[in-house]
Each structure stands twice: as C-alpha cells, then as structure tokens.
C-alpha cells in the first residue's frame, strides 16, 4: 500500500473496487486519507531491502501507462453482445506489446468493429484492445479458473464481411505507399482501402512511427489522431488532395 500526499480519490463510478483498493489510512492525521492497493507483492529482507515479487493482480503498464485489464473486461462485460471476456497482453515483438480481448459470445458473434464502438464509450483510447479474439470458451485450468497462457495469439482482426465482400486494394502512388508502411509496421500482407490502422492492431507508438515513416520516405505530414478515425482510403485522399 501506499499513502500520503497525492492518492487519488478512487475508481470513476466504481465505488466497491475504490473500497477495495483504497482503504482508510488510519494513521493519517487528515480527515479521509486513504491508502491505495498497489497490486504489487513485497517483502523487507532481513538487510533491510525491499524486495518486489511481483504482481497480486492483472495490472500491466503499457507505453508508460498503467493499465487495469479488469476495467477492460467489465466494459466488455458490458455489453449484452458478450458472455464472457478476459483481456491479455501480447507481445507482438521485443518493442510492441498489444492489448488483446478474448470474447466468448453470447450467441452470434458480435461485430469487432461494433464492440470497439462500445468499448470507447467507456473507456480512453489507450485502453482499447488492438485485437478483439472469438472463442468458443475461455480456456479453464483444473481448479476452473482461466488459463491466460492457453489463450491463442492473436490474428489481424478483418473488416466486418471482408471475407464475403470484394476487398477494395490501393491503387495510387499515394495508396500503396502509405499501405506499405502499414504493412511493414502491422506485420501483414495486404490493407483494404476500408481498413483502419488501430482496427488492424495499431496503437498510438505504431501510429508514430508510421507518421515518421511516411514523413521521411515522401514528405507528407500526416497528423497521428486522424489515424484513429480515418481509413487508408480516407488518408490517401486527403494528401492526394494536398499534392496536387
């Protein structure tokens, strides 16, 4: 636990997890100090040192933030489309860890694109999974309880009736080259003009260093936040516009 000036006040609208997590701080002499559950398991050695063991819960920092995948699991959990849900982290590589969010759905499986329209509803854009996976169940250890390392890796997640549908491929100088980039960063073969860079599994430090890339190979200046909401088609276009 920690204590003292600077705790914060609890959990936005989530007043039994603040209770857990912030208990009374007894020994403060300021009306309603709190303490905060860290999560983090310790021990003071016998020299005096505090040694850090570990975690007590699913806590993970990512990209300089810290993350509780619990919160994570309660918005999905949220939505009627979804039985059951867990969410892990994957390392795609030694400098890109992704938030993936296993879904056992609660009959017809929902739509990715439509669950990650929920999902930012509840949650800030750091915490959106990059990969949203559909099981037919959670994998179970012997004593019932989920076996994160039996969850399979995850694959690109494809526009919604992408396989049924003739996908639309860049065509344009523009096009190609910035699906290139894509292509190199996201570790896959092909991008649709429909397709989004975060839908594909990027995140804010891939969407960086794709603007980087694409600033040093041709010169175009594209803004990082139009990666969230804008689809290659709609970016090509735009600095198709700017060329001419």
């Keep these: 636990c ?3 000036a600077g705790v914060a006040l609890g959990y936005h609208r989530r007043d039994e997890l603040t209770a857990e ?4 701080d007894l020994d403060s002499q300021v ?3 709190r303490y905060y559950r860290t999560g983090d398991l310790g021990r003071w050695r016998h020299d005096g040192w505090l040694e850090h063991l570990g975690r007590l819960d699913h806590q993970v920092k990512l990209r300089g933030l810290r993350i509780e995948l619990g919160e994570i699991e309660a918005a999905l959990h949220a939505d009627p489309a979804v039985a059951e849900a867990v969410v892990a982290t994957h390392a795609q590589s030694e400098d890109d860890m992704r938030l993936v969010a296993y879904v056992v759905p609660r009959g ?3 739509d990715p694109t ?3 329209d929920h999902l930012r509803i509840h949650l800030p854009e750091y915490m959106l999974p990059q990969h949203i996976v559909m099981l037919d169940a959670l ?4 004593n019932g309880k989920i076996n994160r390392k039996a969850l399979p890796a995850p694959q690109v997640d494809l526009r919604p009736g992408a396989a049924a549908t003739k996908r639309t491929m860049p065509s344009t100088l523009v096009e190609r080259a910035i699906a290139d980039v894509w292509c190199e960063l996201l570790g896959i073969d092909t991008v649709d003009l429909r397709d989004n860079f975060f839908d594909l599994g990027g ?3 891939l969407a960086m260093r ?3 890339a694409i600033r040093e190979r041709h010169g175009w200046q594209i803004q990082p936040p139009r990666f969230v909401y804008e689809t290659l088609g709609q970016l090509a276009r735009e600095e198709s516009v700017s060329a001419s």
Excluded at 21 to 24: A, K, L, N, S
Excluded at 139 to 142: A, H, M, N, V
């Design 31 to 33: 009306p309603g100090a």
């Design 203 to 205: 995140h804010s430090l």
């Design 108 to 110: 017809r499986a929902p």
């Design 114 to 116: 439509v669950l990650r």
């Design 210 to 212: 794709a603007v980087m």
């Design 139 to 142: 994998p179970l250890l012997p």
């Design 21 to 24: 997590r912030f208990p009374p």
């Design 2 to 4: 920690i204590g003292g």
